[in-house]
């Protein structure tokens, strides 16, 4: 029998033994009839002890096979129900187990896709301007035009290598957020000369477009974040409003507060967004039917990843009459 390879169950059965071999030779001592009643009764509870270990062994086996089963074939294999008993609650948590590992398995399964599509649309981003940028080397090669002319195609190369290295900044960014790897600040921000700042780098290509800028809003304001960090995922999303308001446009930044949360709207002057495009502007790489051609599809979605670490959220619809409008809500309180 399988069970006395078990050394546990040898013990056992060697201490019944000699436990029965004691109380019999001691009842022989005073009475004959007792002696065998002892040898008897004590013998019938061995076999009981032996015939129960058996099966409770033969449960266990059935479910090493189960398991041993599971590794090498996979999962989708649900364990067998034993009677109600030690080997029950096993198998029920072994189950709970496998169903989490199995769980992780498609998690990871979907994460690797994802990195592959990843990899994919980043080897995609990047050849675009790289392609630009060869041709250009090129023709600078074989150019025989004069100074100003190269001077012309050196400053188009210059704007390529600035696309690529804005992309590739980026991309570090959005993966060390997602990874956890970076630990914004908690400081307060004055929305009044926050947007001074920000629109800084914007002011020589608004003034050559004829854009206009209009800020309304309590000059008190505050909310809470990291300032850096928050001057990029805002910076971003004027820079796309920008890029969609037409010449001599108009962009308008207000904010308003209320016990819970203070609302930032940036409004453009644009067409606006196609209906198809709302749900999807935050996703990485989309780039929406009216998108440029220098367009990445990744500085909004580099914009919620940081604000979502802020506990603030961001949306984006259409303005009435005209023109896209993002809304910024950033919540006084976890939502």
């Not at 033994?17 to 009764?41: E, N, Q």
């Not at 067998?80 to 498609?106: A, N, P, S, Y």
């Amino acid at each position: 029998m399988g069970v006395f390879r078990n050394k546990t169950v040898r013990n056992q059965l060697f201490l019944s033994l000699f436990f029965l071999v004691f109380t019999g030779a001691a009842a022989f001592a005073f009475d004959r009839s007792a002696g065998i009643f002892v040898f008897i009764s004590g013998t019938g509870w061995c076999i009981l002890q032996i015939f129960f270990a058996e099966k409770r062994y033969k449960e266990i086996r059935l479910l090493s096979q189960q398991l041993d089963e599971i590794l090498h074939v996979g999962g989708g294999v649900e364990l067998r129900h034993f009677h109600e008993g030690d080997v029950e609650i096993l198998r029920d948590e072994l189950q709970k187990m496998i169903l989490r590992l199995e769980e992780q398995t498609e998690l990871l399964k979907k994460e690797k896709m994802s990195l592959a599509d990843s990899l994919a649309d980043i080897s995609h981003q990047i050849r675009t301007p790289l392609t630009t940028l060869n041709l250009l080397i090129e023709r600078m090669k074989k150019s025989t035009d004069d100074v100003r002319a190269r001077q012309h195609l050196l400053r188009e190369a210059e704007q390529m290598l600035d696309r690529i290295q804005w992309l590739v900044t980026s991309l570090l960014r959005l993966s060390k957020l997602d990874a956890g790897a970076i630990v914004l600040k908690t400081q307060k921000i004055v929305l009044a000369s926050f947007f001074q700042e920000v629109m800084k780098p914007f002011a020589v290509s608004m003034d050559i477009r004829g854009q206009s800028l209009e800020v309304n809003g309590d000059r008190n304001t505050e909310v809470q974040g990291d300032y850096n960090w928050t001057l990029e995922a805002i910076g971003n999303v004027i820079k796309n409003s920008l890029e969609y308001t037409p010449e001599g446009g108009r962009l308008l930044i207000d904010w308003e507060e209320n016990p819970l949360f203070i609302e930032i709207k940036i409004t453009d002057s644009g067409q606006g967004i196609p209906k198809e495009d709302i749900p999807h502007l935050f996703e990485r790489f989309y780039r929406g039917k009216n998108a440029g051609n220098h367009s990445f599809g990744i500085g909004l979605s580099l914009s919620r990843a940081i604000l979502s670490q802020e506990n603030a959220v961001i949306y984006g619809q259409n303005a009435a009459p005209m023109g896209a409008q993002f809304v910024i809500r950033f919540y006084k309180i976890i939502v």
